[in-house]
């Protein structure tokens, strides 16, 4: 049974080590991390223990990703990979603790299908940047494990094992942070740790304040991560204000997303990487049913609670959602596909085991099987196509739009891969729809200078840049946007703005090539060729672009080092071979002189 699931999950989701990176957030966790890029050194192992960036505290996110680049570099297969199979491994977990904890192969069977099938689960498997998510599933899996152990011999050295799993969770992803909740649901179901059954072969059995105060350790822990979460989380202008979005707001939003992810779980259609926040939108009529919907669910399970994992998976649904269900609004987003990943499993448990359970009431025998089989084919087929759309920027983020309103941050990333295949009118058009959308988007305004730059009006380029910053507190935005501006500023002749807008950005981010590359030019702007070497050396080892080598053959030139000018021109043309300006010099390097 784990061979065949592991098969059918790798087999699903093979297509997916044909993908690229995409350009949300993987290059932030990737591409464009310089200690990431690295490799697994005892730096980034370092780095990776006390860094912050990106708003989390997730050094084994960082280091899963770091060895990736030790072994696959930047080739995106590999990195995809290591992805899928977590996701495998995940779903082999699942079924063996189902099967371990209850004793009934076929509907812990299901749920881990099901785990393994579900369209909801693509975003978590198929986007590189959602690594933490499958990684802290794992261990999650694992801490989950290890309690079932100590839960049939308490002793303080498998409490133990409970609690550094947890840690490697929580150093994973925060957002299993309600685990000492999940567990005291898993003593009621399917642990059985609150009943009392005499000469029965079961764990030990408590009272629930004696399984309460067993859960405290774990629940500093929690406490612990989400006080380093939320601080790197402010620290990085991810947390919205309640000036942006009230209590009411978010309680509003909250109960709506609990009804959009069931609907999602029954009917996974118009599935997208982000579905912007609607704000004060919604309406008396969107969240009374939604919010009627949730508590006839609630009494239902209560009135049935003799079938313990009703109880269980439904609670478990509502409270591992609870971190990433908007009462702390962090980003943009009113909800995210790749959150529903461990919760949904407790939906799972509630489909398969009461199915099972009717299907024996009503001695049905093998039927039942039947319509559970046409379902998993059919998640199948949904979910084939939803990998789809993970093959390229632009699928992805034209799909985006297609299946939600107003999203300004598909308009600016859709922008972003038309930019990739040199459509500039093209993103200009969605850039512009960004930031009609959103007028306080940061990143629509960096992409508009960004793109009056390349067209030399450099007046309207400085305007945007300085609109970005003055939006944003995103650090890597700041710098790469203060970097831009730098440039802009260079080429309009104010060298001293210029440099403060690099300090800027290299106090920011220190491995930003174009930091480097502009001054770089600001040097031997000022005749410091030496100086302008080495900084074009350095923004080359960060990140070798065809337009950094130019600049450096240039350099090479007016030192008088043609050999390496020549050298420098050549290697910006294996970059970029229509790059005009690089063969003209690189042909005026090869006349002899006169």
Not at 297 to 309: G, H
Not at 324 to 338: C, E, F, S, T, W
Not at 392 to 408: E, G, I, K
Request: one cysteine or more.
């Amino acid at each position: 049974m784990c061979l065949l699931l592991a098969v059918v999950t790798l087999a699903l989701y093979n297509p997916v080590n044909r993908h690229p990176f995409v350009n949300y957030d993987d290059d932030r966790y990737v591409t464009e991390n310089a200690h990431v890029r690295q490799g697994l050194t005892a730096d980034t192992f370092t780095w990776s223990l006390t860094s912050t960036e990106q708003a989390n505290w997730h050094p084994l996110t960082w280091m899963s990703h770091a060895l990736d680049c030790s072994l696959f570099r930047l080739n995106p297969a590999g990195h995809h990979f290591t992805s899928v199979l977590l996701h495998a491994v995940n779903v082999v977990l699942l079924f063996l603790l189902l099967i371990w904890a209850t004793g009934r192969l076929g509907p812990s069977l299901f749920v881990a299908v099901l785990f393994a099938v579900h369209p909801i689960n693509v975003e978590s498997v198929a986007w590189v940047a959602e690594r933490k998510n499958v990684l802290c599933t794992f261990f999650f899996f694992l801490t989950l494990w290890a309690y079932g152990w100590y839960a049939r011999k308490p002793d303080w050295k498998r409490y133990l094992a409970v609690a550094v799993l947890f840690v490697a969770g929580l150093a994973s992803k925060p957002m299993v942070i309600t685990l000492p909740f999940a567990l005291l649901l898993l003593d009621y179901w399917p642990l059985n740790r609150v009943r009392a059954d005499a000469g029965s072969n079961e764990p030990p059995t408590f009272p629930w304040s004696r399984l309460a105060l067993e859960k405290l350790p774990l629940l500093a822990l929690s406490a612990a991560s989400a006080a380093i979460t939320m601080q790197a989380q402010q620290a990085g202008g991810a947390v919205r204000s309640s000036l942006e979005f009230s209590f009411g707001v978010r309680l509003a939003n909250a109960v709506y997303a609990y009804a959009l992810y069931l609907w999602k779980m029954v009917w996974p259609a118009r599935l997208a990487p982000l579905y912007p926040h609607p704000g004060d939108s919604l309406t008396a009529s969107q969240v009374l049913p939604a919010a009627l919907a949730l508590i006839a669910i609630t009494a239902a399970v209560w009135t049935l609670r003799e079938r313990r994992y009703l109880l269980t998976g439904w609670f478990w649904f509502l409270g591992t959602l609870v971190p990433v269900i908007g009462l702390v609004q962090v980003g943009d987003a009113a909800m995210a596909d790749r959150y529903a990943y461990i919760p949904f499993i407790g939906i799972f448990v509630m489909i398969a085991f009461g199915w099972a359970d009717l299907a024996e009431h009503w001695k049905l025998g093998f039927w039942p099987a039947i319509p559970a089989a046409v379902l998993l084919v059919a998640l199948v087929f949904i979910t084939h196509r939803q990998i789809d759309f993970w093959q390229s920027n632009y699928d992805l983020w034209s799909h985006a739009l297609a299946v939600t309103q107003n999203n300004f941050i598909a308009e600016d990333n859709l922008g972003g891969a038309l930019i990739l295949e040199g459509k500039e009118e093209e993103a200009h058009t969605h850039f512009e729809a960004a930031a009609r959308i959103n007028p306080k988007d940061p990143m629509s305004r960096s992409n508009l200078g960004t793109y009056f730059h390349t067209h030399n009006q450099l007046r309207e380029a400085v305007a945007q840049y300085e609109a970005a910053i003055s939006l944003t507190s995103d650090q890597s935005l700041l710098a790469q946007t203060y970097a831009n501006l730098g440039v802009a500023q260079l080429r309009l002749g104010e060298d001293d703005e210029a440099r403060k807008s690099f300090d800027k950005s290299m106090r920011l981010n220190p491995s930003l090539p174009n930091s480097w590359l502009g001054l770089g030019l600001l040097a031997r702007k000022q005749g410091k060729l030496q100086g302008a070497i080495d900084d074009l050396t350095q923004s080359l080892n960060l990140q070798p672009s065809a337009e950094a080598w130019f600049e450096l053959g240039r350099t090479y030139e007016q030192a008088g080092q043609v050999p390496m000018a020549r050298g420098a021109y050549e290697q910006a043309l294996k970059i970029s071979p229509d790059y005009a300006e690089a063969q003209r010099a690189a042909d005026a390097l090869r006349q002899p002189k006169n």
